[in-house]
């Protein structure tokens, strides 16, 4: 794949970057999936006060605009690491899965075996560990792939503004310094095809496994369409 | 009553994101504001710094909840003090000239993005058993809706603009025609938006396409449609009246909401070919610390989305009366 300005081989920046790029998605795509799921559940599961507050600071971070705002904060905060640009991440994105979340846990605490749970006197704790939880995986499981996505294109476009870490080498840091070096004018198009491919390659990647999940959990979209009059 | 109660919590939205404005360049560690005036020692001019200070209350000793009140005075005043990268254009004057490039191109953008995909998702929604009508597409689409958009600019830019040379290679207007409502100025206006709309379109005709394809799915398999079908009523009716009509409602929800986020949409779209909207220059103020610059910006956003959001309420209660009973 050639060299890029400094000389430093492409191919070897565009695998090394892949360990910052896989970082970003894994990591804030976990914590978002993990801040979405405490907030969700404890807003649907203890309803009342709890539940007012939770989902008013939900919809408020649901209605306040993700990239813009990801954009000035980072530019406030001076970042010398992946950490700071992964929490980021996170708290700006975290809303849309507590909200279907919290409906979900809503519906299930209402069904009878989770009712009979409670009623036997057990923790809530284990009712949400045992029957609250195991029934929405899919669309924990579906949320955590969504927030991946989006943690790695959000990702990719900070970098590319030059607003995250541009020290170490990621896909979208290896777009900044193809943007920066002028890689368009002079025809270097293995500066930038690579990095962006990749990106490409392993979000389209995590989509098909998310409309996979999809395919096999929602039994409306797997049944067959009725024809009758064929 | 449930307009209002919907009103009233926008508008608390509203407070908590000019709050958010006061607080954050006070969280930051360090002084954002004085590193700016130390690095511009002496070339600053007065009325920039004060701006400054006014934003970030330094330099003065009046306590943070007098400070925080006349913040909010100052921004329900529409008084957002003077851009330090169009020096001395008032902020104000910054966005004016920059939202109508916005919403023409991110506007007509979401627009041909939602039309397109949702025709094409009703069609492989109908025919979802056909590869060529619905698997391919789908895969396809859900690898566009994942790439960033604003490579698929940079990619089309190279190869569009640089090798083949058909396109601008940046701007929104060719600069030696004057701005008038002429001919000549609207083509060059709609040949330097091509690739950017080309760009914007295909990677968001996905996720309409998707969405829609989905609850046409899901709307067919509802006993209704199948009684339709024994009644003999013909494809094309059942496809159109009966379920493009009931999936159509979730799309209407989220276009509104696209609408809204129009001002805010594509930052970066818009870096790659320097098209002088809102997003463009929001990396440059953030580039040039250009604080009320931005906070500005922000706030210009989040009105946008908050009317959207309002006005999807009042056309949800008034499609499905049913929500406002909760």
């Known amino acids: 794949m050639g060299t890029n300005s400094l000389g430093q081989d492409v191919f070897s920046q565009l695998v090394y970057g892949t360990r910052v790029s896989l970082l970003v998605a894994f990591a804030a795509g976990i914590l978002t999936t993990f801040i979405s799921l405490v907030v969700g559940i404890t807003a649907g599961y203890l309803r009342g006060i709890a539940d007012g507050i939770l989902n008013w600071i ?137 990095p962006g491919a990749a990106i490409a390659i392993f979000g389209g990647a995590l989509a098909l496994i998310n409309f996979s999940i999809d395919e096999i959990t929602n039994p409306r979209l797997r049944r067959k369409k009725v024809k009758l009059n064929g | 009553m449930y307009i209002l109660k919907r009103f009233l919590f926008y508008v608390s939205i509203f407070w908590a994101a000019i709050t958010l404005n006061f607080i954050l360049p006070r969280m930051m560690p360090g002084n954002a504001a004085s590193s700016v005036i130390a690095r511009a020692r002496g070339q600053m001019p007065p009325q920039a710094i004060k701006a400054l200070e006014l934003a970030f209350g330094i330099n003065n000793h009046t306590p943070m909840i007098k400070q925080y009140f006349g913040y909010l005075w100052n921004t329900l005043h529409g008084d957002f003090g003077v851009s330090f990268t169009y020096f001395p254009e008032p902020v104000v004057q910054v966005i004016r000239s920059a939202l109508p490039w916005t919403l023409f191109l991110i506007g007509s953008s979401t627009i041909l993005g939602f039309l397109i995909g949702t025709v094409l998702g009703i069609y492989s929604g109908w025919r979802r058993d056909s590869m060529l009508a619905d698997g391919a597409p789908s895969l396809l689409f859900m690898i566009l809706n994942s790439i960033p958009q604003f490579w698929v600019a940079l990619v089309f830019l190279f190869i569009l603009s640089y090798k083949l040379g058909w396109f601008p290679i940046a701007h929104a207007y060719d600069i030696s025609i004057p701005v008038t409502f002429s001919w000549q100025f609207v083509l060059s206006v709609l040949y330097y938006a091509t690739l950017p709309l080309l760009a914007l379109v295909i990677t968001s005709l996905g996720g309409w396409s998707i969405g829609m394809r989905n609850n046409l799915v899901s709307v067919l ?106």
């Open chain 1, 58 to 194: 939900t919809n408020v971070f649901i209605v306040l605009p993700g990239l813009p705002l990801l954009i000035i904060v980072s530019s406030y905060w001076n970042t010398k690491s992946e950490w700071p640009i992964i929490l980021i991440i996170s708290m700006t994105s975290w809303a849309y899965g507590a909200r279907s979340l919290r409906a979900q846990t809503l519906t299930l605490r209402e069904r009878d075996y989770v009712l009979h749970a409670r009623l036997v006197g057990r923790s809530w704790w284990k009712v949400v560990g045992t029957e609250i939880l195991p029934n929405m995986l899919s669309l924990v499981i579906s949320g955590l792939l969504f927030s991946m996505i989006g943690a790695l294109l959000a990702e990719a476009g900070l970098d590319f503004l030059g607003l995250g870490n541009v020290n170490t080498v990621s896909w979208g840091v290896m777009l900044y310094w193809a943007q920066n070096n002028e890689a368009m004018v002079n025809g270097l198009w293995w500066w930038f095809v690579p």
């Open chain 2, 221 to 326: 398999s509802e006993d209704y449609i199948m009684l339709a079908h024994m009644k003999g009523l013909p494809d094309r009716q059942i496809m159109m009246n009966y379920g493009a009509r009931n999936a159509m409602l979730p799309q209407i929800t989220g276009f509104a909401l696209a609408i809204g986020g129009i001002v805010g949409g594509a930052v970066v779209v818009e870096v790659v070919f320097s098209y002088p909207g809102i997003g463009y220059a929001l990396y440059q103020a953030v580039s040039n610390h250009d604080y009320p610059l931005m906070q500005t910006i922000f706030l210009i956003i989040v009105i946008a989305v908050l009317l959207a959001n309002f006005l999807v309420d009042v056309l949800y209660s008034w499609l499905d009366p049913r929500v406002a009973d909760v």
